[in-house]
């Protein structure tokens, strides 16, 4: 019951964050992009797979806040059955300070059919700084948060979490970059590590090309589970 407490008002504390953000009077309106990508990989004959890969990320950045909504796709099938189905959806709001410092509230939801978990939620909060920019881009943020968890047998559980992230980024030439993220979200009911390296080509345009590698681990699993899931993409990105 204390543990269902907490996750509640770690929630109304976040909504209410986001609300307050978005409805600023004196933020005018500032600048909105993001990036879209999309994979597609089908074969037949003698083997019949089908794979879509797909990515959105919007942003909105003012002069003291920062919002950002992403959502990701995964699906691959083998002569019709499913081998992997993976749906992820997050937000997160900062709030820069002096220097180079900011605050930010942040929230996750992820339902993936061959993890052993029906669905995983996190919220969290923290302080968050960026120690370098123009041309390579460092920063890293931590912070508390909650984290609700269904099995597929049907387990609830609800977890108290520490979240820390990095990421950092290279601008190659004018054309290309590269960038790695690293998230690490640890409690009582297991670890998971997450990391993102990606390399980016423009093309023509806003169009453009990129290669990725993501590694998962979990430290607890349920029975029958791998600890640790690879993906390895190409992708089109249109940025906007």
Same mark, same amino acid.
């Given at each position: 019951?204390?543990?269902? &407490? *907490? ?13 307050? %953000?978005? !409805?600023?009077?004196?933020?005018? %309106?500032?600048?909105?992009? =993001?990036? +879209? ?5 089908? @074969?037949? =004959?003698? &083997? ?8 959105? @990320?919007?942003?909105?950045t ?6 950002? +909504? !992403?959502?990701?796709f ?11 189905q ?15 410092? /900011? ?8 339902d993936?059919?061959?993890? =052993? ?7 969290? +909060? ?9 041309? $390579?881009?460092? +920063?890293?943020? %931590? ?17 108290? *979490? ?5 990421r950092?980024?290279?601008? *190659?030439?004018g ?7 690293? @998230?690490?979200?640890?409690g ?6 997450e ?7 423009? *093309?023509?345009?806003?169009? %453009?090309?990129?290669? &990725?590698?993501?590694?998962r681990?979990?430290?607890r $699993? ?10 390895? !993409?190409?992708?089109?990105? /249109?940025?906007?």
């Open positions: 019951m204390e543990r269902t &407490s *907490i996750c509640v008002v770690m929630m109304l504390a976040l909504v209410l964050y986001s609300s307050a %953000a978005f !409805s600023a009077e004196d933020e005018p %309106a500032g600048g909105f992009g =993001g990036e +879209a990508e999309a994979g597609v990989v089908s @074969t037949k =004959g003698n &083997s019949d797979t089908k794979t879509v890969n797909s990515h959105l @990320t919007i942003t909105h003012g002069p003291t806040w920062r919002h950002e +909504a !992403s959502a990701s995964l699906y691959a099938s083998d002569h019709g059955k499913s081998t992997a993976r749906f992820v959806a997050g937000e997160k709001s900062s709030y820069a300070l002096r220097g180079r410092g /900011y605050v930010f509230a942040a929230f996750r939801y992820e993936d059919r061959f993890s =052993g978990f029906k669905f995983r939620s996190i919220e969290s +909060a923290g302080y968050g700084y960026t120690f370098l920019r123009d041309g $390579v881009d460092l +920063a890293a943020e %931590a912070g508390p948060g909650a984290r609700q968890s269904k099995s597929n047998d049907g387990v609830r559980s609800n977890d108290l *979490i520490l979240r820390v992230w990095s950092l980024g290279w601008k *190659i030439s054309s290309a970059g590269f960038a790695t993220d690293l @998230t690490v979200t640890a009582r009911q297991g670890t998971v590590t990391s993102v390296t990606s390399v980016k080509s423009r *093309i023509i345009g806003d169009l %453009a090309m990129k290669v &990725s590698y993501e590694l681990n979990n430290s $699993v349920p029975a029958g589970k791998r600890h640790t899931d690879t993906i390895t !993409s190409a992708t089109l990105v /249109y940025d906007f």
